[in-house]
């Protein structure tokens, strides 16, 4: 009896979502499976093909064909792997970020249909047996199966999507006057720094970073191009309290410095404040020094301002940036 209830709601399911005609239900040329794909390459800073072929438990060729579609679509690009040339590295265009960005605008669209149908006082209930199922059909950690399942389920780092810019807006302003006392003058520049960005963003050069948990944003990096030619600039760093422990901090730093050389950068500076000691503490791990620092008085707290630096090339080596 439990077989067939689960294959009656695995019909039921399928059927609901459109997954067997994705492509029409979401109105998109790529399938299910591509439609995916693209989902885990822009939720993951840098990865490989056979990374993708096990994560996602594909046939090599199936992937191989997938991947020369969406390189034909000027989608992806394939690269050597810097680790190891027998290797394929992956990795988005900015067509290809628009694409899965809009992909997973549709996706969010078509679930929040579903929940419209759901009664507001009924969606917890939902919400909690969905929750229910993946537990108790999850494999237990120590087989490979449940280690990947793990891994999908755990932190990830994605583009934005519409609201995610404001999120980072509100979270600052709330988390900070939380932790630290700031009032509101400090969210009023982070407001101002993202307004910046999304009027004026250089895909081959600035990125944002939302750090996602249990599908819900938990966190934010920022990469920008800074007034200086060839020096990236870091920028709203934040982990939700209750997201810290799962290595977001450091993961959100090591994509703004990955994306920085590759992008061309010679280095790349941020500017903190002392208060901010875990945060000190990751960027010496990344390797950032500490440059400069100045007392002042800003969001209602007496501070003190620091300059960071990373060197991304070999100092004699320094040219324009390409």
């Not at 605008?105 to 969606?123: F, T, W, Y």
């Not at 920008?224 to 799962?246: C, I, M, Q």
Request: charged share 30%.
């Amino acid at each position: 009896m439990s077989i067939q209830e689960i294959r009656a709601f695995n019909r039921f399911y399928t059927n609901l979502i459109g997954a067997l005609n994705y492509s029409k239900h979401l109105y998109t040329p790529y399938t299910l499976t591509e439609s995916r794909l693209l989902y885990e390459l822009a939720h993951t800073p840098r990865t490989d093909a056979a990374e993708l072929r096990a994560e996602l438990s594909l046939d090599a060729g199936y992937l191989s064909r997938m991947l020369t579609k969406f390189e034909r679509d000027g989608l992806v690009e394939r690269t050597p792997s810097e680790q190891d040339a027998r290797r394929q590295r992956v990795t988005l265009t900015p067509q290809g970020r628009g694409t899965a960005a809009l992909l997973d605008e549709r996706s969010r669209e078509s679930v929040g249909a579903l929940l419209d149908r759901v009664e507001p006082d009924q969606r917890p209930r939902l919400v909690e047996a969905l929750r229910t199922a993946r537990e108790l059909l999850s494999v237990h950690e120590d087989t490979d199966a449940g280690r990947k399942a793990g891994r999908r389920d755990g932190p990830v780092l994605r583009e934005p999507a519409p609201g995610d810019l404001g999120w980072i807006v509100q979270r600052h302003g709330a988390v900070y006057a939380a932790e630290y006392g700031w009032d509101s003058a400090f969210e009023g520049l982070v407001a101002r720094i993202v307004a910046d960005f999304a009027a004026d963003q250089d895909e081959r050069l600035e990125r944002v970073w939302i750090a996602e948990l249990d599908g819900r944003p938990v966190g934010s990096v920022m990469c920008v191009r800074d007034e200086s030619p060839g020096t990236a600039r870091l920028r709203l760093l934040l982990v939700e309290p209750e997201a810290r422990g799962h290595g977001l901090g450091e993961r959100l730093i090591g994509a703004v410095v990955d994306f920085a050389r590759e992008a061309g950068y010679r280095e790349v500076v941020l500017w903190t404040n002392d208060i901010l000691t875990a945060a000190r503490k990751l960027y010496v791990r990344a390797g950032f020094t500490l440059v400069a620092e100045e007392p002042h008085r800003s969001y209602g707290a007496d501070l003190v301002g620091q300059d960071w630096r990373l060197p991304l090339v070999d100092e004699s080596e320094a040219g324009p940036l390409s």
